[in-house]
Protein backbone atom coordinates (compact mmCIF):
# COMPACT_ATOMS: atom_id res chain seq x y z
CA UNK A 1 0.00 0.00 0.00
CA UNK A 2 2.85 2.68 0.90
CA UNK A 3 4.24 2.10 -2.66
CA UNK A 4 1.01 2.87 -4.42
CA UNK A 5 -0.10 6.23 -2.10
CA UNK A 6 -0.19 7.93 -5.62
CA UNK A 7 -2.85 6.11 -6.61
CA UNK A 8 -4.57 8.37 -3.65
CA UNK A 9 -5.04 11.53 -5.68
CA UNK A 10 -6.67 9.65 -8.28
CA UNK A 11 -10.69 8.88 -8.82
CA UNK A 12 -10.86 5.21 -9.43
CA UNK A 13 -12.95 3.19 -11.77
CA UNK A 14 -16.26 1.63 -9.94
CA UNK A 15 -15.09 -1.38 -12.22
CA UNK A 16 -11.28 -1.71 -10.61
CA UNK A 17 -8.55 -1.72 -12.42
CA UNK A 18 -8.04 -4.63 -15.19
CA UNK A 19 -4.92 -6.11 -12.85
CA UNK A 20 -7.15 -6.41 -10.35
CA UNK A 21 -9.95 -8.25 -11.84
CA UNK A 22 -8.06 -10.38 -13.51
CA UNK A 23 -6.22 -11.27 -9.72
CA UNK A 24 -9.83 -11.99 -8.94
CA UNK A 25 -10.59 -13.86 -11.42
CA UNK A 26 -7.65 -15.76 -11.19
CA UNK A 27 -8.23 -16.45 -7.78
CA UNK A 28 -11.77 -18.25 -8.05
CA UNK A 29 -10.60 -20.32 -11.55
CA UNK A 30 -7.82 -21.70 -8.75
CA UNK A 31 -9.79 -22.14 -6.10
CA UNK A 32 -13.14 -23.73 -7.65
CA UNK A 33 -11.48 -25.47 -10.86
CA UNK A 34 -13.57 -23.34 -13.56
CA UNK A 35 -13.00 -23.50 -16.75
CA UNK A 36 -12.77 -19.72 -17.05
CA UNK A 37 -14.21 -16.81 -15.90
CA UNK A 38 -14.16 -13.48 -17.73
CA UNK A 39 -12.39 -10.18 -15.73
CA UNK A 40 -13.90 -8.06 -17.66
CA UNK A 41 -17.75 -8.91 -17.69
CA UNK A 42 -18.04 -11.85 -14.33
CA UNK A 43 -16.21 -10.51 -11.73
CA UNK A 44 -15.97 -6.96 -9.70
CA UNK A 45 -14.29 -5.15 -6.76
CA UNK A 46 -16.17 -4.62 -3.80
CA UNK A 47 -15.10 -2.89 -0.61
CA UNK A 48 -16.26 -6.10 1.35
CA UNK A 49 -19.14 -8.13 0.90
CA UNK A 50 -21.14 -6.40 3.69
CA UNK A 51 -22.10 -3.37 1.53
CA UNK A 52 -21.85 -6.04 -1.39
CA UNK A 53 -24.52 -8.02 -0.12
CA UNK A 54 -26.54 -5.01 0.67
CA UNK A 55 -26.30 -3.55 -1.86
CA UNK A 56 -27.03 -6.09 -4.15
CA UNK A 57 -30.58 -6.45 -3.01
CA UNK A 58 -31.14 -2.87 -4.48
CA UNK A 59 -29.67 -3.28 -7.85
CA UNK A 60 -32.07 -6.57 -8.10
CA UNK A 61 -35.53 -6.19 -6.43
CA UNK A 62 -38.25 -5.09 -8.63
CA UNK A 63 -40.81 -3.47 -5.87
CA UNK A 64 -43.01 -2.37 -8.79
CA UNK A 65 -43.96 -6.20 -8.50
CA UNK A 66 -46.67 -7.70 -6.61
CA UNK A 67 -45.26 -8.73 -2.95
CA UNK A 68 -41.98 -9.04 -3.39
CA UNK A 69 -40.39 -11.88 -1.31
CA UNK A 70 -36.33 -12.47 -0.53
CA UNK A 71 -35.44 -16.06 1.33
CA UNK A 72 -33.13 -15.98 3.98
CA UNK A 73 -31.06 -18.84 5.75
CA UNK A 74 -32.13 -18.87 9.89
CA UNK A 75 -30.27 -17.91 11.73
CA UNK A 76 -28.90 -15.49 9.29
CA UNK A 77 -26.24 -13.18 8.71
CA UNK A 78 -28.99 -9.82 9.53
CA UNK A 79 -27.59 -8.10 6.22
CA UNK A 80 -29.47 -10.33 3.96
CA UNK A 81 -33.20 -9.05 6.25
CA UNK A 82 -31.84 -5.74 5.85
CA UNK A 83 -31.20 -5.06 2.54
CA UNK A 84 -34.96 -7.07 1.60
CA UNK A 85 -36.44 -4.30 3.84
CA UNK A 86 -35.03 -1.00 2.31
CA UNK A 87 -35.69 -2.49 -1.26
CA UNK A 88 -39.32 -3.19 -0.35
CA UNK A 89 -39.40 -6.85 -0.21
CA UNK A 90 -41.09 -9.28 2.60
CA UNK A 91 -38.11 -11.38 4.01
CA UNK A 92 -38.80 -15.04 4.12
CA UNK A 93 -37.00 -17.31 6.03
CA UNK A 94 -35.93 -20.90 6.07
CA UNK A 95 -35.22 -22.62 9.20
CA UNK A 96 -31.77 -24.55 9.86
CA UNK A 97 -31.96 -26.70 12.74
CA UNK A 98 -29.84 -29.51 14.33
CA UNK A 99 -32.62 -31.80 13.82
CA UNK A 100 -32.74 -31.07 9.96
CA UNK A 101 -28.77 -31.19 9.81
CA UNK A 102 -28.32 -27.20 9.66
CA UNK A 103 -30.45 -28.00 6.08
CA UNK A 104 -32.23 -25.52 4.16
CA UNK A 105 -35.88 -26.78 4.38
CA UNK A 106 -37.23 -25.68 0.81
CA UNK A 107 -40.39 -27.35 1.61
CA UNK A 108 -41.22 -25.29 4.27
CA UNK A 109 -42.33 -22.22 1.92
CA UNK A 110 -45.48 -22.30 -0.04
CA UNK A 111 -45.49 -22.39 -3.79
CA UNK A 112 -47.11 -19.03 -3.42
CA UNK A 113 -44.15 -17.64 -1.38
CA UNK A 114 -41.76 -18.99 -3.92
CA UNK A 115 -43.54 -17.48 -6.88
CA UNK A 116 -42.98 -13.98 -4.71
CA UNK A 117 -39.24 -14.52 -4.13
CA UNK A 118 -36.97 -12.29 -6.73
CA UNK A 119 -34.15 -13.01 -4.49
CA UNK A 120 -32.81 -15.55 -2.15
CA UNK A 121 -30.01 -15.12 0.23
CA UNK A 122 -27.82 -18.78 0.73
CA UNK A 123 -24.41 -19.06 2.93
CA UNK A 124 -21.89 -21.80 2.67
CA UNK A 125 -20.26 -22.30 5.29
CA UNK A 126 -23.24 -21.10 7.37
CA UNK A 127 -22.76 -18.19 9.61
CA UNK A 128 -23.24 -19.58 12.58
CA UNK A 129 -23.28 -23.32 11.93
CA UNK A 130 -20.62 -23.63 9.47
CA UNK A 131 -22.25 -26.04 7.49
CA UNK A 132 -21.31 -26.36 3.94
CA UNK A 133 -24.27 -27.10 1.06
CA UNK A 134 -23.55 -30.20 -0.62
CA UNK A 135 -23.55 -30.93 -4.85
CA UNK A 136 -27.55 -32.31 -4.12
CA UNK A 137 -28.71 -29.00 -2.48
CA UNK A 138 -27.27 -26.83 -5.41
CA UNK A 139 -29.09 -29.01 -7.59
CA UNK A 140 -32.37 -28.45 -5.77
CA UNK A 141 -31.74 -24.32 -4.92
CA UNK A 142 -31.11 -23.76 -8.52
CA UNK A 143 -33.95 -26.56 -9.53
CA UNK A 144 -35.39 -23.85 -7.80
CA UNK A 145 -34.48 -20.87 -8.71
CA UNK A 146 -35.26 -22.06 -12.49
CA UNK A 147 -38.48 -22.37 -11.75
CA UNK A 148 -39.63 -19.23 -10.46
CA UNK A 149 -37.01 -17.10 -11.64
CA UNK A 150 -35.30 -15.67 -8.89
CA UNK A 151 -31.40 -14.99 -8.12
CA UNK A 152 -29.44 -16.60 -5.78
CA UNK A 153 -26.41 -14.85 -4.09
CA UNK A 154 -24.35 -17.06 -2.05
CA UNK A 155 -22.03 -15.04 0.38
CA UNK A 156 -19.16 -17.76 0.76
CA UNK A 157 -17.26 -15.70 2.81
CA UNK A 158 -16.03 -18.24 5.29
CA UNK A 159 -14.83 -20.93 2.78
CA UNK A 160 -11.43 -20.63 3.05
CA UNK A 161 -11.51 -21.59 6.40
CA UNK A 162 -11.81 -25.33 6.66
CA UNK A 163 -9.93 -28.07 8.08
CA UNK A 164 -8.81 -30.63 5.43
CA UNK A 165 -11.51 -30.75 2.57
CA UNK A 166 -11.87 -27.15 0.79
CA UNK A 167 -15.64 -26.88 0.92
CA UNK A 168 -17.69 -26.84 -2.30
CA UNK A 169 -18.83 -23.50 -4.00
CA UNK A 170 -22.00 -22.41 -5.87
CA UNK A 171 -19.87 -21.55 -9.20
CA UNK A 172 -17.82 -24.89 -9.07
CA UNK A 173 -20.82 -26.84 -8.30
CA UNK A 174 -22.83 -24.52 -10.97
CA UNK A 175 -20.22 -25.70 -13.61
CA UNK A 176 -20.28 -29.27 -12.26
CA UNK A 177 -24.05 -29.45 -13.04
CA UNK A 178 -23.97 -27.96 -16.96
CA UNK A 179 -25.07 -24.30 -16.10
CA UNK A 180 -22.57 -22.65 -18.29
CA UNK A 181 -22.62 -18.71 -17.74
CA UNK A 182 -23.63 -19.01 -14.09
CA UNK A 183 -27.04 -17.96 -14.73
CA UNK A 184 -29.06 -16.12 -12.10
CA UNK A 185 -26.39 -16.48 -9.54
CA UNK A 186 -24.01 -14.47 -8.22
CA UNK A 187 -21.08 -15.49 -5.61
CA UNK A 188 -19.81 -13.00 -3.06
CA UNK A 189 -16.13 -13.76 -1.54
CA UNK A 190 -13.90 -11.12 1.07
CA UNK A 191 -10.40 -11.35 2.01
CA UNK A 192 -11.95 -10.41 5.49
CA UNK A 193 -11.62 -13.46 6.50
CA UNK A 194 -9.98 -15.31 3.92
CA UNK A 195 -6.76 -13.29 4.75
CA UNK A 196 -7.37 -11.93 7.78
CA UNK A 197 -8.00 -8.68 6.77
CA UNK A 198 -11.59 -7.01 7.77
CA UNK A 199 -9.97 -3.43 7.56
CA UNK A 200 -8.68 -3.22 4.20
CA UNK A 201 -12.64 -3.28 3.64
CA UNK A 202 -11.76 -5.46 0.33
CA UNK A 203 -14.05 -8.45 -1.47
CA UNK A 204 -15.15 -10.00 -4.72
CA UNK A 205 -18.21 -11.03 -6.57
CA UNK A 206 -18.39 -13.39 -9.36
CA UNK A 207 -21.25 -15.11 -11.70
CA UNK A 208 -23.24 -14.17 -13.73
CA UNK A 209 -22.37 -11.29 -16.59
CA UNK A 210 -25.45 -9.66 -17.32
CA UNK A 211 -26.70 -9.42 -13.46
CA UNK A 212 -23.41 -8.04 -13.40
CA UNK A 213 -23.89 -5.40 -15.81
CA UNK A 214 -26.96 -4.15 -13.23
CA UNK A 215 -24.68 -4.20 -10.45
CA UNK A 216 -22.17 -2.46 -11.98
CA UNK A 217 -24.25 0.36 -13.10
CA UNK A 218 -26.06 0.62 -9.47
CA UNK A 219 -22.46 0.71 -7.58
CA UNK A 220 -21.15 3.56 -9.84
CA UNK A 221 -24.36 5.81 -9.23
CA UNK A 222 -24.38 4.59 -5.50
CA UNK A 223 -20.69 5.42 -5.06
CA UNK A 224 -18.75 1.93 -4.52
CA UNK A 225 -15.12 2.72 -5.86
CA UNK A 226 -12.23 0.72 -4.46
CA UNK A 227 -9.26 3.22 -3.92
CA UNK A 228 -6.15 2.43 -6.26
CA UNK A 229 -4.07 2.04 -2.57
CA UNK A 230 -6.28 -0.75 -1.63
CA UNK A 231 -6.89 -2.47 -5.21
CA UNK A 232 -3.23 -2.51 -5.17
CA UNK A 233 -3.11 -4.41 -1.64
CA UNK A 234 -6.20 -6.49 -2.57
CA UNK A 235 -4.11 -7.75 -5.94
CA UNK A 236 -1.40 -9.06 -4.01
CA UNK A 237 -3.18 -10.79 -1.32
CA UNK A 238 -5.82 -12.87 -4.25
CA UNK A 239 -2.16 -13.91 -5.93
CA UNK A 240 -0.89 -15.22 -2.57
CA UNK A 241 -2.30 -18.91 -0.41
CA UNK A 242 0.73 -18.86 1.70
CA UNK A 243 -0.61 -16.46 4.14
CA UNK A 244 -4.09 -18.26 3.60
CA UNK A 245 -2.49 -21.55 4.69
CA UNK A 246 -0.99 -19.68 7.70
CA UNK A 247 -4.33 -17.98 9.12
CA UNK A 248 -6.15 -21.29 8.50
CA UNK A 249 -3.79 -23.43 10.59
CA UNK A 250 -3.96 -21.12 13.03
CA UNK A 251 -8.01 -21.43 13.40
CA UNK A 252 -7.35 -25.82 13.22
CA UNK A 253 -5.11 -25.11 16.52
CA UNK A 254 -7.97 -22.92 18.14
CA UNK A 255 -10.62 -25.78 17.15
CA UNK A 256 -8.33 -28.22 18.53
CA UNK A 257 -7.64 -26.82 22.02
CA UNK A 258 -11.16 -25.75 22.38
CA UNK A 259 -13.50 -27.99 21.56
CA UNK A 260 -12.26 -30.91 23.75
CA UNK A 261 -12.51 -28.68 26.26
CA UNK A 262 -15.99 -27.49 26.17
CA UNK A 263 -17.57 -30.73 24.49
CA UNK A 264 -17.61 -32.00 28.14
CA UNK A 265 -20.09 -28.56 29.31
CA UNK A 266 -21.42 -27.48 25.74
CA UNK A 267 -22.81 -28.56 22.74
CA UNK A 268 -20.37 -26.89 20.72
CA UNK A 269 -19.35 -29.17 17.80
CA UNK A 270 -16.83 -28.62 15.23
CA UNK A 271 -17.93 -27.22 12.05
CA UNK A 272 -17.06 -27.93 8.57
CA UNK A 273 -15.84 -25.18 8.12
CA UNK A 274 -15.74 -21.17 9.62
CA UNK A 275 -14.49 -19.78 12.37
CA UNK A 276 -17.41 -20.04 14.87
CA UNK A 277 -18.29 -23.02 17.51
CA UNK A 278 -22.31 -22.72 17.20
CA UNK A 279 -23.15 -23.95 20.93
CA UNK A 280 -25.81 -25.56 22.57
CA UNK A 281 -26.27 -23.94 26.34
CA UNK A 282 -27.23 -25.57 28.86
CA UNK A 283 -30.94 -25.14 30.13
CA UNK A 284 -31.71 -23.54 26.78
CA UNK A 285 -31.79 -19.89 28.29
CA UNK A 286 -29.34 -18.41 25.31
CA UNK A 287 -29.87 -14.59 26.41
CA UNK A 288 -29.48 -15.43 30.08
CA UNK A 289 -26.79 -17.54 29.53
CA UNK A 290 -24.91 -15.01 27.89
CA UNK A 291 -25.27 -12.08 30.08
CA UNK A 292 -24.91 -14.56 32.93
CA UNK A 293 -21.41 -15.71 31.23
CA UNK A 294 -20.39 -12.16 30.99
CA UNK A 295 -21.49 -11.18 34.65
CA UNK A 296 -18.91 -13.57 36.21
CA UNK A 297 -16.05 -13.99 33.11
CA UNK A 298 -16.38 -10.96 31.17
CA UNK A 299 -16.50 -13.35 28.57
CA UNK A 300 -19.04 -12.48 25.49
CA UNK A 301 -20.96 -14.60 23.52
CA UNK A 302 -23.82 -13.81 21.02
CA UNK A 303 -27.09 -15.57 22.26
CA UNK A 304 -28.50 -17.16 18.71
CA UNK A 305 -31.73 -16.28 19.30
CA UNK A 306 -30.22 -12.95 18.24
CA UNK A 307 -29.57 -14.30 15.17
CA UNK A 308 -32.55 -15.41 14.23
CA UNK A 309 -36.29 -14.47 13.49
CA UNK A 310 -39.55 -16.28 14.43
CA UNK A 311 -40.39 -18.36 11.88
CA UNK A 312 -42.72 -21.67 11.50
CA UNK A 313 -43.56 -21.37 15.07
CA UNK A 314 -39.73 -20.83 16.22
CA UNK A 315 -36.46 -19.21 16.94
CA UNK A 316 -33.96 -21.72 15.28
CA UNK A 317 -31.36 -19.49 16.63
CA UNK A 318 -32.64 -20.06 20.60
CA UNK A 319 -30.99 -22.16 22.89
CA UNK A 320 -27.75 -21.88 20.91
CA UNK A 321 -24.87 -18.87 21.44
CA UNK A 322 -22.18 -18.17 18.90
CA UNK A 323 -18.64 -18.18 19.82
CA UNK A 324 -16.25 -16.40 17.59
CA UNK A 325 -12.77 -18.25 17.67
CA UNK A 326 -11.21 -14.56 16.43
CA UNK A 327 -8.89 -13.61 19.14
CA UNK A 328 -5.62 -15.19 19.53
CA UNK A 329 -4.68 -18.96 20.63
CA UNK A 330 -3.84 -18.11 24.06
CA UNK A 331 -7.57 -15.68 24.68
CA UNK A 332 -9.61 -18.13 23.13
CA UNK A 333 -7.85 -21.20 25.54
CA UNK A 334 -8.97 -18.69 28.38
CA UNK A 335 -12.05 -18.25 27.73
CA UNK A 336 -13.34 -21.93 27.03
CA UNK A 337 -11.29 -22.36 31.00
CA UNK A 338 -13.84 -19.24 32.11
CA UNK A 339 -16.75 -21.08 30.55
CA UNK A 340 -15.76 -24.62 32.01
CA UNK A 341 -15.52 -23.13 35.06
CA UNK A 342 -18.71 -21.25 34.95
CA UNK A 343 -20.85 -24.06 33.22
CA UNK A 344 -19.61 -26.37 36.39
CA UNK A 345 -20.16 -23.51 39.03
Given at each position: MAGHLHGLSVYPATAGGDGLREAIAGWFVRRYGLNALDPQTQVLPVNGT????????????????????????????QIYEGAAMLAGAEPLFLNQTAENGFRLDLDSLTPQQWARTQLMYVCSPANPSGRVLTLDDWRALFERADRHGFVIASDECYSEIYDDA????????????????????VVFNSLSKRSNAPGLRAGAVAGDAALLQRFLLYR??????????????????????????????????????LVPMLEAVIGAPRPEAGFYLWARVPGGDDEAFARDLFAVTHVTVLPGQYLAREAHGTNPGRGYVRMALVPELSECVEAARRIVAFCGS
Open positions: REALFAFGQAVIDPSRAQPAVVCPNPFYAPLGALEAAQQLGRNGFPNLTYHGCAMSLVVQHASMAAWNDEAHVGENRRLYRQKFDA
